[in-house]
């Protein structure tokens, strides 16, 4: 148990369709990450929220929309992506960003296929 | 800017054998340093960091690092391999600035033959 959850872990969807990625953390971190991981690509930040605020949106596409609604929870809002989208999806948090330079704990991820 | 570079995708090691994943870093500042492993089907799991104490770290599953600044490097070594360390292995570096400055080598397989 990491710590911090992610649901669901996998996910089938048609570049239609709408769907959405939770992430959970309860270690009284304050800042939350989101990471994409694709085969044989280093893993990109895509989105990093302190206090509940986004400080950083890594030039992701719109087709990604992310939301905080407190330091305890991230969702990753999905729509009209495209089959090069597939890929797994990491949360993580940490204390506070400043601090992420001494680590942060990741989520198990989605594992996300675009059809 | 941090940047992180990972020499071999994959490594092929025996049980038993000596385990050694290479890690060399560039950073305009004095860099925190990570290891990290990722299970299969897993999250990545924080096996050890380097935050200017120690440049000798020791990590969790007998895994340790050394820090050498003159080489710009951070390899990640385990004396005896077991089967239960196959897995990928990502080094990072940050300046302690932020997220965006939390960077991810591109990872390393190891697989453990019997």
């Known amino acids: 148990e990491t710590g911090v959850t992610q649901t669901p872990r996998h996910l089938v969807m048609g570049m239609t369709n709408k769907k959405s990625l939770k992430c959970e953390q309860h270690l009284g971190h304050n800042a939350m990450y989101w990471y994409k991981q694709s085969a044989k690509k280093p893993l990109e930040l895509m989105f990093v929220?302190?206090?509940?605020?986004?400080?950083e949106n890594n030039s992701v596409p719109s087709r990604f929309s992310p939301e905080c609604p407190n330091s305890s929870h991230l969702f990753l809002h999905l729509h009209t992506l495209q089959p090069e989208d597939s890929a797994l999806y990491l949360c993580?948090?940490?204390?506070?960003?400043?601090?992420?330079?001494?680590?942060?704990?990741f989520g198990p991820g989605t594992r996300l296929t675009v059809l | 800017a941090q940047s992180v570079t990972q020499l071999g995708s994959h490594v092929s090691v025996s049980e038993g054998a000596l385990v050694l994943l290479r890690c060399n870093y560039s950073s305009s500042v004095p860099p925190y340093l990570f290891w990290y492993v990722q299970y299969p089907n897993q999250g990545l799991q924080l096996l050890l960091k380097?935050?200017?104490?120690?440049?000798l770290v020791k990590g969790i599953n007998g895994f340790e690092a050394e820090f050498k600044k003159s080489e710009t490097s951070f390899h990640l070594t385990k004396p005896s391999a077991h089967m239960s360390d196959a897995a990928e292995y990502f080094c990072a570096v940050s300046d302690g600035s932020g997220g965006q400055n939390f960077v991810f080598g591109p990872g390393t397989r190891l697989s453990v033959l019997p």
């Open positions: 929220y302190n206090f509940k605020e986004q400080t």
């Open positions: 993580a948090s940490s204390q506070d960003e400043l601090t992420s330079g001494r680590g942060q704990q």
């Open positions: 380097y935050t200017s104490a120690a440049t």
